[in-house]
């Protein structure tokens, strides 16, 4: 638990759904959100995947696209899959013209689904994470780019 003068943190738990689902689902929060994704032939959740507006520490304004999988679905093509529906809709629907996605050069998962998308390296948008402190092995993030 972390508190801060008005706010208490905590992990999330299932009596957090609701409440995560409604900011999710409301079209004031961009018109766009994260989705989860299911299996369709079993069911089994896959993971979380959409758009979000970078991050206020990122050193420019954009159109994030993340995703985050459960282990046990790693490595059979499910990121790439959800991801690359996620843009098509932003391109054609939402008529956003560029994606960002962001993470660290050790993230070598995420760095080959950027590319399995088609998305590019933008390497002079490199910067350090202000929130980590110098030296973190994490405090380095590499941006990625797809226009439209």
Same mark, same amino acid.
């Given at each position: 638990?972390?508190?801060?003068?008005?706010?208490?943190?905590?992990?999330?738990?299932?009596?957090?759904?609701?409440?995560?689902?409604?900011?999710?689902?409301?079209?004031?929060?961009?018109?766009?959100?994260?989705?989860?994704?299911?299996?369709?032939?079993?069911?089994?959740?896959?993971? #979380?995947?959409?758009?979000?507006?970078?991050?206020?520490?990122?050193?420019?304004?954009?159109?994030?696209?993340?995703?985050?999988?459960?282990?046990?679905?790693?490595?059979?093509?499910?990121?790439?899959?959800?991801?690359?529906?996620? #843009?098509?809709?932003?391109?054609?629907?939402?008529?956003?013209?560029?994606?960002?996605?962001?993470?660290?050069?050790?993230?070598?998962?995420?760095?080959?689904?950027?590319?399995?998308?088609?998305?590019?390296?933008?390497?002079?948008?490199?910067?350090?994470?202000?929130?980590?402190?110098?030296?973190?092995?994490?405090?380095?993030?590499?941006?990625?780019?797809?226009?439209?």
């Amino acid at each position: 638990m972390i508190e801060t003068q008005r706010l208490s943190l905590r992990p999330i738990v299932v009596d957090d759904l609701d409440a995560i689902a409604a900011v999710d689902a409301d079209a004031r929060e961009h018109a766009f959100g994260r989705h989860i994704a299911r299996r369709r032939d079993t069911g089994a959740f896959v993971g #979380i995947v959409g758009l979000s507006p970078t991050e206020e520490n990122a050193p420019f304004p954009g159109t994030e696209i993340a995703w985050r999988l459960a282990f046990d679905q790693w490595g059979h093509g499910f990121a790439t899959e959800a991801a690359g529906a996620i #843009i098509r809709d932003a391109f054609g629907r939402l008529d956003i013209e560029e994606i960002l996605a962001i993470t660290t050069p050790a993230n070598a998962r995420s760095l080959a689904v950027m590319t399995r998308l088609g998305m590019t390296h933008d390497e002079a948008a490199t910067f350090e994470h202000p929130a980590l402190p110098a030296g973190h092995a994490l405090r380095t993030h590499v941006v990625y780019r797809m226009r439209r």
